[in-house]
């Protein structure tokens, strides 16, 4: 990413997850969960860069792989639902997501809108231009400095239309957000025409996680720590169905990691299933 460095580079997290995608098709055995390789071409990494500690392939195998159980379970809910009849998505902390890339053929019938800090989407979109990608006219990279000013205004500044239902699908923001903010963006969510859908990840405390993944769950806090972006919010499901409830959605449901592990990940031979501690508020207006 050296030749991108005068215009910022994207968050670190955003990185991590593009690169664990990639490993997943470059590493692990077929069938992949989802195939992603964009994110990897936008990133253009440094040779040995899965010598990095954070890309171990052994030891990072069940992030990765809840990382492509969630993106391959929002990707199936946009594509169902699209077929219902809804055409705006909404990406809240869109990262490096590559959905509209990747599945152009589906994406180009509906409105995208990505949402996410300025540096990044800088960045991401004059990584698409300059990979040949483009920006077409159903794609909106909506930039957001969350501390000064509402993502929501945003998002209709950019031409979402309030009168029309939307997939808004959020991952890995709940845990850096304090339960007012989250409570918030859901209250704000559930006003969303009726028939909307929500798929937003919540993080369990770490005592409801399994054992095995309790070692990487405090590497990951403590490295969160060190980049000034600690890990603030954890719910139980419960309390997941609760705020859910309290926001006003009409129908609220979880799904957890083990959910997401029977859906896609039966019968491999290679043990590869997702870490325990991510789960789903799906709701509906």
Known sequence: MEQNKEMGEPDNTAVRVALWRAMHVQIDAPPHIIEDEIGFKLVDPADGWQKRPDMDPEFTKRLRASIVARARFIEDLVIEQSQLGIDQYVLLGA??????????????????????????????????????????????LVSVDFEISSWWQQLLKAGFDTSKPAVVACTGVSLYLTKDAIVDTLRQVATLAPGSKLAMAFYLPMDLLDEEDKFLQQIAEKGARAAGTPFISFFTPNEILALGDQAGFKTIETVSARNLADRYFSGRSDNLRPASGEEFLMATT
Request: hydrophobic letters at 40%; zero cysteines.
């Open 95 to 140: 990262g490096l997501d590559t959905f509209a890339q990747r599945r152009s053929g589906i994406a180009s019938q509906l409105h995208v809108f990505e949402i996410d800090q300025p540096v990044t989407q800088t960045w991401k979109k004059q990584r698409l231009l300059e990979l040949g990608f483009g920006l077409p006219e159903w794609l909106h």
